[in-house]
């Protein structure tokens, strides 16, 4: 972490907790731990501007009744639209984004889709449905990821969390 530090002097720093998100015209490094939880990293190279968020639930729609969508970070697809919108006011268009996606752990049953697959899902959905490219994915296992995202160049640094074994990326 200190090395990505020193070679970007001046750059902002952000933590991420589930339910933010932001759209960073500044460079700024960005930091969250993910599970089950997905984010989706925006970034488009000519104007060297980026967005990510952590969210919890997959669909809005299903969970209104309970927790009411007031902050679209919350919930991928929300964030998903969130995000675009807010490209789209800065005239940034859907051709020139890269998007990469991340998280989606799977709990500790085997079976049903557990919320970490159907974050994961529900991201390309809302993906597809703006026409945003996907250039990378780290989703799914069984285990948490920290993620170090740079606003500013589009790089995404991922580290697996919990037992050692299994090679991170």
Do not use: W
Not at 70 to 80: C, L, S, T, W
Not at 121 to 127: G, I, K, P, S, T
């Amino acid at each position: 972490m200190r090395n990505i530090l020193e070679r970007h002097p001046g750059a902002d720093q952000v933590y991420l907790l589930v339910a933010q998100g932001g759209l960073y015209e500044r460079p700024t490094l960005v930091q969250t731990v993910l599970g089950s939880c997905v984010s989706v990293a925006f970034f488009n190279r000519r104007r060297r501007i980026g967005g990510i968020f952590h969210a919890l639930l997959p669909r809005a729609a299903d969970y209104e009744a309970f927790l009411p969508p007031q902050n679209p970070y919350r919930y991928v697809d929300a964030a998903v639209d969130a995000l675009a919108a807010k490209l789209a006011r800065l005239g940034v268009s859907a051709t020139g984004m890269e998007c990469k996606v991340f998280g989606g752990a799977s709990a500790l049953f085997q079976g049903e889709a557990g919320v970490g697959e159907k974050n994961v899902l529900m991201a390309f959905e809302a993906l597809a449905r703006h026409r945003l490219r996907v250039t990378a994915t780290h989703v799914g296992g069984d285990r948490g990821r920290k993620l170090v995202f740079l606003s500013h160049t589009g790089e995404v640094f991922v580290k697996f969390l919990g037992p050692k074994g299994t090679a991170g990326a």
